[in-house]
């Protein structure tokens, strides 16, 4: 039976999270900025810090500042993570233990490093920020649907057990009348978020898509379907021809397979970290 999507439903994006994840796409903003923001939510800065002092990046002495997290791990890692963290206290996935949740988180913030490195490889530095973003916010669709229609998600995902290489939109259009990529736009739509971010979501399993933002589209699903090869070195070979792809040549690609599989543990640290 078909349901209906009804933005009444839709879990509320507070404004702290709102600021951040706006922050987020700014080309321009600033330690400081960043660190001020994070600041007004005290929980967010306690998970922010135990991660910095976690095994992954612990240095020679604790620290207990958030200015000191961001100078530890990184502005743009702080900037995911605290943006991961805020959206993942608006879902509830408890009640669909098909869906992998800490595999999504890994996912997600994967594609969202990944696709700021290819952003400024292909010569678009300002548009690295939008990457992050739209990276990280490219599936949340299916998170809704998870979170509002868990019992229907999880007949989902138990056909798609038995079919793998089925297209999980057509179940949930067979189950809910709409798809995860339908969901994602309402969702991002109703919180305002950036239209880069909104086409993204909406989108990214479109192959023939040409519209304003086809560039970030194609790059982020890209990165998507490479993150889920586990960044198999014959994938983006197979890619060369690729429009996105074809000013980018095999080295500089190298390179960021590299960085990307080096971040892989903290990378999977973080979606545990989002997933409990």
Known sequence: MSQTLDVETFPTLPYI?????????????DIDEIAGMISKEPSLTARIVATANS???SGQRPIYSIDDAIVRLGLNRVK???????????????????????????IAVQVSFCASKI???LGSSDQADAAYLAGLLH???????????PDEMAEV???????????????EIRLLGCDHHQSGRMLLSEWQLPEESIAVAEFYGVADY????????????????????????????????????????LPKLEKIRSNCIEEEEKVRSFAQLLSN
Request: glycine letters at 2%.
């Open 210 to 249: 040409s519209g304003e933002y086809a560039e970030l589209v194609k790059v982020i699903a890209f990165c998507r379907e490479w993150v889920i090869s586990g960044f198999d070195q014959e994938y983006f070979t197979d890619y060369k021809d690729h429009e996105i792809l074809e000013s980018i040549d």
């Open 80 to 106: 995911v993570l605290a943006s991961s963290i805020l959206l993942a206290d608006s879902f509830d996935a408890s009640s669909c233990p098909l869906f992998k949740l800490d595999e999504y988180w890994y």
């Open 157 to 171: 995902f138990k056909n798609l057990e038995k079919d793998p290489k089925a297209n999980i939109s057509d179940y």
């Open 55 to 57: 095994a992954f990046y």
């Open 139 to 149: 599936n949340i669709g299916l998170l809704l649907l998870v979170h509002i229609f």
């Open 119 to 121: 952003v400024k490889v």
């Open 17 to 29: 999270a709102h600021e951040i994840l706006s922050i987020l796409n700014k080309y321009d903003s």
